[in-house]
């Protein structure tokens, strides 16, 4: 079946820093990709996504290439603020039923 | 626009003991959903449903219970309570049946002793 393998964190950083969180996958077929945010307190929110490969999907600063040939979704952030302290889950949809695998999340941190 | 509403938002029970956490959308959502997330495995899907009277299983259906008689409404009952249960629970709903763009509660953390 589909799964999804993040980075441990958690990621620690200082603000303007560069982010990268790596994600990778095992598919059968050609699932959509996606990164979740989740901030203290909160549920989860969609921050990006991509449905082929080679698309890039981008929000808020975050970028993420769907790479097929390596199996990768890595997410990005050229320089990373305080208020981006959250976990970030990346994701991708299953092969049949309708539901999303998550990965275990990444727990980051910036400091001012 | 309320979104996903999810109560209660804390509670404890004793082993056993059954309860339901409720979960209302306002969005006119077709598809509906319950994760759990415990610390180190991410979040696990335990039921979901494409409309109203249609529910089936995610992975970790085991020792609960859902319906769905009207599109708004998707409760999780918990018919024995074990401490195995004891998890952030958060419902999720999503446009049409489409289940990419995942609106989530804000979950409701359970203990169970």
């Known amino acids: 079946g589909n799964s999804v393998t993040q980075m441990e964190g958690p990621v620690t950083l200082s603000e303007e820093a560069f982010l990268t969180i790596n994600c990778t996958y095992t598919a059968t077929g050609y699932p959509s990709l996606f990164w979740y945010v989740q901030y203290p307190g909160e549920g989860l929110q969609l921050l990006l996504k991509?449905?082929?490969?080679?698309d890039k999907g981008s929000n808020k600063g975050f970028e993420a290439t769907y790479r097929k040939e390596t199996t990768s979704f890595h997410l990005e952030k050229g320089s990373v603020q305080v208020s981006d302290s959250a976990v970030y889950f990346c994701a991708l949809s299953r092969n049949s039923g309708y539901a999303l695998n998550f990965g275990k999340g990444t727990s980051l941190l910036v400091t001012p | 626009n309320a979104g996903v509403t999810q109560t209660p938002k804390f509670q404890v029970l004793k082993t056993g003991q059954s309860m339901t956490l409720q979960c209302a959308q306002d969005?006119?959502?077709?598809?509906m959903s319950w994760y759990r997330q415990d610390p180190g495995m991410g979040l696990r899907l335990i039921h979901y449903s494409v409309g109203a009277g249609i529910t089936d299983q995610g992975e970790v259906p085991n020792g609960y219970n859902v319906s769905r008689s009207t599109t708004e409404d998707f409760p999780l009952r918990l018919l024995s309570a074990a401490p195995s249960q004891t998890s952030v629970y958060f419902c999720?709903?999503?446009?049409?049946?489409?289940?990419?763009?995942?609106?989530f509660g804000s979950g409701t953390q359970l203990s169970v002793l």
């Open positions: 969005m006119n959502h077709e598809y």
């Open positions: 991509a449905t082929k490969a080679d």
């Open positions: 999720a709903s999503s446009l049409g049946q489409g289940f990419e763009k995942l609106f």
